[in-house]
């Protein structure tokens, strides 16, 4: 699976932000879908995820700010980020969990990450 993200940038804080991520899927079957992201000098955090029947799960600093979606027929997942702080500056990643076709055993997939900059 080949994740590409885009969608990120420079902008003030209370701005917004769309986030896009394709997946290319060919013999995957995709399962959950999400954004995970890096801040300089802290780990990786999931951000949000989202399950092959649309259920969702938010970090708690980004409830209700940051809204998580997908499109099967695009195989593409988007992350609305509304309401920006500078404390979400970060390299933003998206992931995926997907199966090759006729096999059981699933694995996750990286996105190469998109950087998003909130200016005070």
């Known amino acids: 699976v080949q994740l590409q993200a885009s969608g990120g940038g420079l902008v003030q804080a209370g701005g917004s932000l769309r986030l896009s991520c394709a997946a290319s899927?060919?013999?995957?079957?995709?399962?959950?879908m999400g954004w995970y992201r890096e801040a300089p000098g802290k780990q990786r955090e999931m951000v949000a995820t989202?399950?092959?029947?649309?259920?969702?799960n938010y970090e708690d600093s980004v409830k209700g700010r940051f809204f998580i979606s997908r499109d099967n027929t695009k195989n593409t997942v988007y992350l609305q980020i509304n309401s920006l702080k500078p404390e979400d500056t970060a390299v933003y990643y998206c992931?995926?969990?997907?199966?090759?076709?006729?096999?059981?055993?699933?694995?996750?997939?990286w996105g190469q990450g998109t950087l998003v900059t909130v200016s005070s």
């Open positions: 989202i399950t092959s029947g649309d259920s969702t």
């Open positions: 899927t060919r013999g995957f079957v995709i399962n959950h």
């Open positions: 992931n995926s969990r997907a199966r090759m076709l006729g096999r059981t055993l699933e694995y996750y997939y």
